[in-house]
């Protein structure tokens, strides 16, 4: 009988592009819906841009867009990436949405209704510069364990302490770099502590449940504490205005935290489905339903999915998960993604490459298993495993025989030999196979298929048609051959299609066939059947273009002045000029129209290893143009958050060579220089202004 089945990822934020680590999560949640749908059940892939909260609101303002059209044009960008990877959602969709926010709004109503929700006056830090309460990883400080500076306002990335953001010492906005101050606010909290939650949630997530992976399961527990421990803590779902999100019904100026609707946002895109689809939404969201409900994360967001999501449902009347499967990250070759080494990277940058995205999709399938535990992408092994696997020993088969069957039988087939070894041994390994994709063993799934493959390569081998071609009279064995390699190859490219969709779809246009399905396992190709001509369908993996992507992706070290403070420059030059007051010597028109200062983008922003102040810079001029500069700003912001602001630069400023590269100009930013206002500030242009234009 056929399943009906909802299924989801993890919703990217509408604030970067997709990497390669971001995709190890889609490619294994789309593998296990191809196979679903080959299976012949009834299942839905569904998933959103994630695009509340205080990072997308801050970014457009500092591209001078609106929020709305900058995540108008992620989605686009995301859409791409995902096309290009042949991730096939059955719908893509955006948080900030009409069906997101009713469904949102329908479950607070009902929490509220039920007495989960509850009103707290909280005191919080807020920046007077930006005029905005903080959240805590926009506050950086020194932490008070182990005194490392620029720390964030939850968690030490030293010494891994957590604590509140009014536990630092000198705290700071990353925004402004601004002294916080403290400040009360009235905020809602949905009371997960309350003894409805807790007991529910102790069965909900408990290794008897099935719900969560083992180790998940252990880790929830861990949360939750022994019974009459309750470690459980309310949960605060408002911010304060302005925000970009919902707002809260009947609260003025108080709007959901981004992890109350972002889950919702799945309902919300099913919801969307459902209205373009004719599906009935309640058939998959009510108390009682027979359907199935599918999550795939990253085990770094479990806890709110496993506590706060699941509660959530179950206390607003509707149906919970029957399963969240949980993964871990990716590394590359043995180490955490890295800008400098050129191995964080984007999915664009891996299709620019030229690098074909169903080697990418095979690999991860080769490593992936139904734990938590990460998986590598290691470079060589990348092409060695490719041109052996899929080149070497899949498509390697069909290379062999199909021109015969061409230039000699007009494209007819011979019958198949259904009792040959080989074939048998497919279709007896097809159950065993369909198990493992079903418990997302892909990684199993794949060596076994392999062995299949080595059996299929060793039946031709034995039968040697390329021989049997320049022999008199051996028409009907060099037939025959061909004939049996062809079955063997369909056979395996149903095993692979899940991994594979597009290859898949060139042998179905080369064998002449109906889409391929599961059950297509269980027959052979009949005696006469036409086949088209045969186009190869994959190349080997060029070292080179491997060389080519780690290089695309590396911060570049090179043409960078030391982007310092006006003030820091002027300190420079102080033994050259000895002014007799604070604004002499005068310059003229003439000298100031020497200085070039240009409105530009910050791209990207990185630390730079080894350096205490610096920040490295890639500045968008315009004009398809980008410098690279070192800022002396490391003190006063995030890197993370600069990226997509604008700023100022002296853009014709010599070329200065530093310890960590070479700066190409320099941007403009402000202090007192005496200490007196604590904090460097950097200038941001009038909304507007894009990159490339003169400042007069």
């Known amino acids: 009988m056929s399943r009906k089945i909802l299924v989801t990822s993890a919703l990217p934020y509408a604030n970067g592009a997709i990497h390669l680590g971001h995709l190890v999560e889609y490619i294994q ?38 929020p709305e059209q900058l995540i108008a044009r992620v989605h686009g960008e995301h859409s791409r990436d995902f096309a290009g990877f042949n991730v096939g959602f059955d719908n893509y969709y955006s948080t900030h949405s009409d069906e997101t926010r009713a469904c949102a709004d329908d479950i607070y109503l009902k929490l509220r209704a039920a007495g989960l929700i509850e009103t707290r006056t909280i005191e919080q830090y807020y920046d007077p510069l930006k005029q905005l309460f903080l959240p805590d990883r926009f506050i950086k400080g020194e932490c008070p364990k182990c005194g490392a500076k620029d720390q964030y306002g939850d968690n030490c990335e030293s010494c891994g302490a957590a604590y509140a953001p009014t536990d630092l010492k000198d705290p700071y906005s990353a925004i402004s770099g601004a002294k916080p101050e403290l400040r009360t606010s009235e905020h809602y909290f949905f009371k997960l502590s309350d003894p409805r939650c807790e007991a529910f949630l102790r069965q909900y997530t408990s290794r008897e449940n099935g719900v969560l992976q083992n180790e998940a399961a252990n880790k929830m527990q861990e949360w939750l504490g022994t019974p009459g421990d309750n470690k459980l803590t309310d949960w605060d779902i408002s911010r304060d205005a302005p925000y970009f999100g919902f707002e809260i019904p009947d609260a003025p100026g108080k709007y959901y935290y981004v992890w109350l609707d972002a889950p919702i946002g799945y309902m919300g895109s099913f919801r969307n489905l459902c209205g373009k689809n004719g599906l009935d939404f309640d058939e998959y969201f009510k108390p009682d339903s027979k359907t199935e409900l599918y999550h795939f994360i990253g085990k770094d967001i479990l806890y709110f999915h496993a506590l706060f999501w699941p509660a959530e449902l179950q206390h607003a009347g509707y149906r919970t998960p029957t399963k969240i499967f949980a993964h871990g990250f990716l590394t590359v070759d043995g180490a955490k993604m890295s800008k400098s080494r050129g191995t964080f990277i984007t999915a664009q940058s891996y299709l620019d490459t030229g690098l074909n995205p169903e080697w990418l999709r095979y690999y ?38 199909a021109g015969f069957i061409a230039k000699r039988f007009n494209g007819q087939l011979a019958p198949a030999a259904a009792e040959l070894p080989a074939i048998k041994a497919i279709q007896d390994a097809a159950g065993r196979i369909a198990d493992l994709y079903e418990t997302r063993e892909f990684a199993k799934a794949m060596r076994e298929i392999m062995l299949l493959a080595d059996a299929a390569n060793q039946y031709v081998d034995s039968v040697r048609p390329w021989e049997l071609a320049k022999k008199e009279g051996m028409e009907v064995e060099l037939h025959a051959a061909c004939s049996n ?23 179905e246009k080369f064998l002449n066939i109906a889409p391929l399905i599961w059950a297509d396992t269980g027959s052979l190709l009949a005696a006469g059947h036409v086949i088209n001509t045969y186009e190869h369908l994959m190349t080997r993996v060029d070292p080179k273009l491997i060389v080519n992507l780690v290089e695309a992706n590396k911060e570049s070290l090179a043409p960078t002045p030391e982007a310092i403070s006006p003030q820091r420059h002027a300190e420079h030059q102080q033994h050259e000029v000895k002014a007799e007051s604070t604004w002499e010597p005068f310059c003229d028109i003439n000298d100031f129209m020497k200085v070039d200062l240009r409105i530009v983008r910050i791209a990207n922003a990185e630390h730079v290893e080894g350096a205490d102040k610096l920040v490295r810079l890639t500045l968008d001029v315009g004009n398809n143009e980008t410098r690279n500069i070192f800022a002396g700003i490391k003190s006063a912001y995030d890197p993370a958050l600069l990226i997509g602001r604008m700023t100022v630069m002296v853009a014709n400023l010599a070329p200065r060579k530093m310890k960590f590269g070479i700066s190409e100009g320099m941007v403009l930013a402000a202090s007192d220089g005496e200490g007196k206002t604590p904090g460097i500030f950097l200038l941001s242009p009038d909304t507007g202004a894009q990159p490339g234009m003169r400042v007069k």
């Open 364 to 401: 991860y399938a080769a490593k992936l298993s139904a734990s938590m535990e990460d998986i590598d992408l290691n470079l060589e092994d990348f092409c060695a495993r490719v041109n052996s696997d899929l080149v070497g020993k899949y498509v390697n088969i069909a290379s062999r025989s």
């Open 29 to 66: 949640t789309d593998i296990w819906v191809r196979y679903q749908k080959m299976a012949g059940n009834e299942c839905w892939y569904v998933c959103a841009d994630d695009t509340h909260g205080t990072p997308i609101m801050l970014r457009a303002e500092k591209e001078g867009i609106t």
């Open 485 to 507: 390699a062809l079955n063997l190859f369909r056979l395996l490219s149903i095993l692979l299609k899940p991994v594979l969709p597009m290859v898949a779809a060139q042998v």
